[in-house]
Structures are given as structure tokens and as C-alpha cells.
């Protein structure tokens, strides 16, 4: 691993204490040391919580195919498609912001791993409920109300044709957005999505996967179940970092 590299993820991961989700090594609890990644070692993250938990707005079974088959794919399906090409020694966000459409396998792979990764720890048992502080101000300031925002981030996840993500995001200059992309894209892919590049804050998942045995092709009704389980504490600690 080159210095930059080590530093950057020793900054992000090792200084604040927070194991790095993407590749766990040894012990899951446990900061992982930045000089023990080796090249393909992505690895499929352990929930934070029972996969019925979130029961019963996200059913169990969903939870356990979602997470133990399809993120475990992406990971597997990774880690494959970087071997031996210079995305093999890059941090996932990096990996995100250089690839492009000439890299179908990273770009699709690298994107559901990261997805699934924040998605799962964007969700809580005891979720629910409102946002606070900072990010309760900002998202009234921008979209006029909690329930304006619910609506509009709503809106993003119905009306993605096919597969996709709904997002908040924060942009450049440091406001919010929403948007929404196709596939395992997402926004900081910033060599293919071009007008919706930012940091995500908040995601939603709205592949067939993610509800079709609990809901059917009722895609509304999971968005409705899914602000029972959002872990504001979590989007609220993605948003203060993103504004540092
Ligand atoms: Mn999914």
C-alpha cells in the first residue's frame, strides 16, 4: 500500500477508532490495521443487529438473503474483478471515485458492496422516528419540512425505472440533495454519475430484492416501512462528517 493510501485510511479508519466496515480482518471488533490489506480482501461485513430485528417493517428472510447472498456476491464478485488491475491495492471509496463504465464488474460490485455496507448500518431495531440537531435544521431548511423530505425522498425511490438507490447527499458546497441512480451506482462515483456526485448520507435500496417477498411489487409500501427503521443517529454522524 503506498503512504498516501495508509494515511488516508489510518485518518478515516484507525485515529477515530472505527474499524474500517469494508475489510474486516481477524476480529470484527476490532480496529483493523491499514498495512493488512492485501489485494481482494473485501469482506462481507457482520450486521449490527439479528436479522429479525427490524421486523416487522423489514421481514427476516429478506434480511438474511439480502445481506448473507446478494452483499456477499457483490463482496465475492469484487474481490474477483479487482484481482491483478491497479483497483486491487485501493480503499473502496477510491475505487469508486476513479472507475468508470469501461470496468462494468468493479463499478456494479464495488458499488453494491459499499451500498449494502452503509445501508445496513443506516438502519437500527429502534429506529424510526425524526432526525435532530444540525441535520433536522438543514433538511427543514431545505425541503420547507420532515414530512416534505419524506415525500420527496419518497418520490425518488418510486419513480427509479428497474433497480436502484433513492440518496440524500450532501454536495460540494456542502448543501443537500436528492437524487437517485440506476443499478449499484451511487454518488461518489464521480467519473459516472456527473450531476449527482456528493457524499451520501442516506440510502435506500429499492432493487426487487431489498422487498419483493414481503411487499410484492409494492415498492410505496416498503418505503413507508423503511423510516420506521432509519438510524438518525447514524445519518445524522454521516452528515456532521461530510460538512467537516
Ligand atoms: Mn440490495
Known sequence: MKKRDFLRAAGLFGLAGIANPFRLSAANDEPVEATTFRSGDFELPKLGYATDALEPHFDKQTMEIHHGKHHAAYVRNLNDAIKNTPYATMEIEEILAKVTDKFPAIRNNGGGHYNHTMFWQ????KGGGQPSG?????INAKFGSFDKFKELF???GTSRFGSGWAWLVVDKKKGLFLTSTA???NPLMTKIVKKQVGTPILGLDVWEHAYYLKYQNRRADYIAAFWNVVNWEEVSRRYEQAMV
Request: aromatic share 0%; proline share 0%; charged share 35%.
Open 134 to 138: 444540525k441535520l433536522a435544521d438543514a
Open 154 to 156: 419518497g418520490k425518488e
Open 122 to 125: 443506516l438502519l437500527a431495531a
Open 183 to 185: 443499478n449499484q451506482d
